[in-house]
C-alpha cells in the first residue's frame, strides 16, 4: 500500500475512533554483499525520518567500515539514496546510534575501532544544526572525541559489585581465571578508559538530563555517561556489573527509577539482564536476569511509550536471531500481556537482529533494524536494513 494512503487511513481512523491495525516494511537499500548493520532512527522536527547504520567490507577488522545514513519523507514514502555520516579514512567506524538534544540538535554518536579489536574502541560525537533540508545529508558543525575516565573508585566498585553478582558460590577454575582478569583490567588505568562505546539510542530525562548507554567488550559489562548541561561536560556512571551484560537500554518507571534492559553476552541461561537505577544513572542496582524474556546474545531495544508504558524489541530465543518480536507491557515490565513478531522464521533461513525502535509524533512506532538473509543453494548472503511502521492496534491484536 502507498504509504501516503497508509497515513490518511490512519489518520482518518484516528478521527473516527476506529484506529485500524497495520503493519508496513521495507528495505531501505537493495541487498548487497556488504556488510550492513547497526541501524538507528530518528524523526526530525520536520518530520524526516533519519536513519544511520555502519557499512563495509566487514566490522571491526575491516578498515573500510564507515557510518551510512538515510531519509525518508513521509510525503513520499521513498527512501534516499544512502550518504555517507561519518568516516575515518583507514579505520572502520562502527555502532552508532543518534538523537535530537532538547535544542532540536542532532548528535551521532559511534566509536573508531583503533586495532580492530573492540577493546581499542575510541568514542566520537558529531552534532548538527542543519540536518532537516528535505532528502540531504546533515551538515556537521561539530566533531569530537568524547574521553571516558571512569574515576580513580573504578576499580574498587568492580570488586564490589562484581562480588556481590557472584554471591558466595564455589567458583570454577575457569570463572576464577575470568574474574581476576577482570580485576585486572579495572586496576589499569589505559584499558578503563579505552574500549567503550555505544550501541541503543541514548535517553533523555525529563529533566533534561541526557543518558547514553555503554558498554564493553573488554570488561564484558554496561555502563552510561550523562550530561545535565547539553553535552558540554559528561561524567560516568557507575559500571553495571554481571556476567556479560552489554549494550544497555533504557526505559523509567512513575516513581522515577530508571531501568536498563541488557544483552546476554554470557553463559546460559540465556535472558535479557536487568539494572534499576533511583539517581537516574549514576549508580546502578544488582545486575539480574529478566524471568520472561530471553535473549541469544543480540541487541535489543526498550522504550517508553508516551503514556508510560514499556515496550521491548528483542529476538525471542536462546539461540539464533531468527524470531524478531515486539513486546507490550502496562506494569513497567514484570509481565508483557501483548506480543507480535516483525520477523519470524526457521533458525539458519536468516538473521533479523540489533532493532531501533521509535514512536513517531503521530503516535505510530518505526523500527529499523538489520536482515541478512541466505541462500541455501548457493551459500551466498545478502545484507541491508529493513524499516517496519506499525501501529499499536497492530500489536495489541491478532496472534
Same mark, same amino acid.
Given at each position: ?24 516494511a521495507?528495505?531501505? =537499500? ?11 532512527i ?18 571491526r ?15 513520499t514514502?521513498h527512501?534516499?539514496?544512502?550518504f ?8 572502520p567506524?562502527?555502532n ?59 576499580e574498587?566498585v ?13 567458583l ?21 578508559r ?13 529533566e533534561?538530563r ?10 564484558? =559489562? ?11 561536560n559528561?561524567?560516568?556512571?557507575e559500571?553495571m ?20 534492559y ?20 549514576k ?45 507490550l ?27 531501533s ?7 505510530t ?19 541491508s536494513?529493513?524499516?517496519?511502521? =506499525? ?9
Open positions: 500500500m502507498n504509504r501516503v494512503v497508509t497515513i490518511l487511513i490512519a489518520l482518518g481512523a484516528a478521527v473516527s475512533g476506529l484506529a485500524k491495525p497495520f503493519l508496513e521495507e528495505l531501505i =537499500f537493495p541487498l548487497e554483499h556488504w556488510h550492513n548493520h547497526g541501524s538507528c530518528v524523526e526530525t522536527p520536520s518530520g524526516e525520518f533519519l536513519v544511520c547504520w555502519f557499512h563495509g567490507s566487514g566490522e577488522t575491516a578498515d573500510d567500515v564507515e557510518i551510512l545514513g538515510a531519509k525518508l519523507d513521509p510525503s514514502g527512501w534516499t539514496k544512502p555517507s555520516m561519518a568516516d575515518t579514512p583507514g579505520f567506524d562502527t552508532c546510534c543518534m538523537m535530537i538534544d532538547a535544542n532540536e540538535r542532532l548528535w551521532l554518536l559511534w566509536p573508531t575501532i583503533l586495532d580492530n579489536r573492540w577493546e581499542s574502541a575510541l568514542m566520537k560525537y558529531k552534532i548538527s544544526s542543519d540536518y532537516q533540508r528535505l532528502g540531504q545529508a546533515p551538515v556537521w558543525h561539530t566533531e569530537k572525541v568524547m574521553h571516558m575516565k571512569p574515576g580513580t573508585s573504578f574498587a568492580v570488586r564490589r559489585k562484581m562480588g556481590e553478582y557472584l554471591g558466595d558460590r564455589e570454577t577454575d575457569r570463572e576464577t581465571r575470568w574474574v581476576r582478569s577482570k580485576y585486572e583490567q579495572a586496576a589499569d588505568k589505559l584499558t578503563r579505552l574500549g567503550w562505546f555505544t550501541r541503543a539510542h541514548p535517553y533523555i530525562a525529563r533534561g541526557m543518558i547514553v548507554g555503554l558498554y564493553s567488550d573488554g570488561f564484558d =559489562f554496561a555502563t552510561a555517561i550523562y550530561s545535565d548541561d547539553l553535552g558540554k559528561w561524567t560516568m556512571s559500571p556489573v554481571g556476567g556479560g551484560n552489554i549494550q544497555p537500554s533504557f526505559a523509567r518507571k512513575k516513581n522515577g527509577t530508571l531501568v536498563a541488557m544483552r546476554d553476552n554470557g553463559p546460559a541461561p540465556k535472558r535479557v539482564h536487568v539494572a534499576e537505577s533511583t539517581d537516574l544513572g549508580t546502578w542496582g544488582k545486575v539480574h536476569d529478566h524471568p520472561l524474556l530471553p535473549n541469544p546474545g543480540a541487541g535489543l531495544e526498550l522504550m517508553n511509550l508516551r503514556d508510560g508504558r514499556f515496550l521491548v524489541i528483542y529476538n525471542d530465543t536462546e539461540s539464533g536471531r531468527h524470531n524478531l518480536a515486539v513486546a507491557s502496562e506494569d513497567e515490565g514484570k509481565t508483557f500481556r501483548w506480543k507480535r513478531y516483525l520477523q519470524h522464521s526457521r533458525p539458519g533461513t536468516g538473521s533479523y537482529h540489533y532493532p525502535i521509535i514512536q513517531a509524533r503521530d503516535g512506532l518505526h523500527v529499523t533494524y538489520s536482515i541478512f538473509t541466505r541462500n541455501p543453494k548457493s551459500g551466498g548472503e545478502g545484507k536494513i529493513k524499516h517496519a511502521h =506499525f501501529n499499536l492496534e497492530w500489536l495489541t491484536t491478532g496472534e
